[in-house]
């Protein structure tokens, strides 16, 4: 926990303030956990002030400090236990938030969150932006937010502005785009995405293990899904297949997506379980927007999978 090297502590979310030996700070869970021998100030982002979610017309805003606590708090995100069903009208909403049945895409928000498998302390500490820019192949934000389309605002030093998908920003296990003085300022979810069906599935190689293997499935309204592997792999991995082919089929294109050098190897799971998994939660997502959305089972745990078996 301790950074023994760090002599300053600045509020700041200027990247024109950065400067060699400098590192910014989230919520700090992942930089105090693993330290740093090299570090001398570090930028503390909480003081910038940022709303930690706007509703856009393009989608849904997440700023980079909005925290776990408060994204899993988002009103009409109570998924897994609703999903869209046929036949049903939306009704506005009296806290403004779209909810549930007009962005279906919500329901992947609480079992992304659950997928930390952390303490309400690291919850209301850690970050979306922190766990993003970590870069660590079981970071459940970078599989929440590739899986549906995200795309980073980053600043850099000097005014710079650019835009990123998540997908692209990560980049290899604890690896980003991110140039040195850059920083995350907020995340896109985009309006296209959150209107779509989606599904989850996760699996561990313990109850409450780390994710060896998690990926989201989106219906793409083109008679095609998109599917995000994380966890599995040392960077977001997608691919696009048709919802007319069968399941030998979707195991073929998820192998040859996922070459052996982009399957991750650590003690929370082999490459051969891994890989074996990411092609088996495939084939059930392929299958399950394939068919017409079910009511889900009132006393469904999060990270439960199908039989209610946890995963």
């Known amino acids: 926990m301790d950074l023994s090297t760090v002599e300053e502590v600045r509020a ?3 990247p024109d303030d950065f400067r060699a030996g400098d590192a910014w700070l989230g919520g700090g869970t992942v930089l105090f956990s693993y330290g740093s021998d090299r ?8 003081s910038a002030g940022w709303e930690p979610w706007t509703v856009r017309e393009g989608g849904l805003e997440l700023a980079a400090t909005c925290t776990i606590a408060e994204l899993y708090a988002l009103p ?3 998924a897994p236990y609703r999903v869209l069903r046929p036949g049903v009208t939306a009704q506005p909403r009296a806290d403004g938030f779209p909810g549930v049945e007009e962005w279906p895409a919500t329901e992947m928000l609480r079992p992304c969150c659950d997928a930390f498998v952390a303490s309400f302390k690291i919850w209301n500490t850690s970050t979306v932006g922190g766990n993003v820019a970590a870069a660590l192949p079981a970071g459940p934000m970078t599989s929440l937010l590739a899986g549906l389309d995200a795309e980073a605002t980053v600043w850099g030093p000097g005014g710079g502005r650019r835009r990123l998908p998540v997908a692209q920003l990560v980049t290899g296990d604890r690896r980003t785009a991110l140039a040195p003085g850059e920083l995350i300022r907020s995340f896109l979810v985009p309006r296209a995405a959150l209107e779509t069906r989606a599904a989850f599935r996760r699996l561990s190689l313990s109850n409450l ?6 990926l989201i499935g989106r219906d793409l309204r083109d008679g095609r899904i998109r599917l995000t592997v994380t966890a599995a792999t ?19 294109r998820v ?4 070459p052996w050098e ?4 650590d003690i929370h799971g082999l490459p051969e379980w891994r890989r074996d998994m990411s092609v088996l939660l495939a084939q059930e997502i392929h299958v399950e927007l ?7 089972s009132p006393a469904a745990h999060p990270l439960e999978g199908p039989g209610g078996h946890l995963r």
């Open 39 to 46: 570090l001398r100030r570090l930028l503390d982002l909480r």
């Open 255 to 258: 192998e040859a997506a996922l």
């Open 290 to 296: 394939g068919n017409p959305p079910q009511p889900p």
């Open 209 to 214: 293990g780390r994710s060896g293997v998690l």
């Open 234 to 252: 040392v960077r977001p991995v997608q691919l696009d297949l048709p919802l007319d082919v069968g399941a030998a089929e979707v195991a073929r």
């Open 12 to 14: 700041t979310a200027d």
């Open 76 to 78: 009409g995100t109570e």
């Open 262 to 265: 982009l399957v991750h190897d």
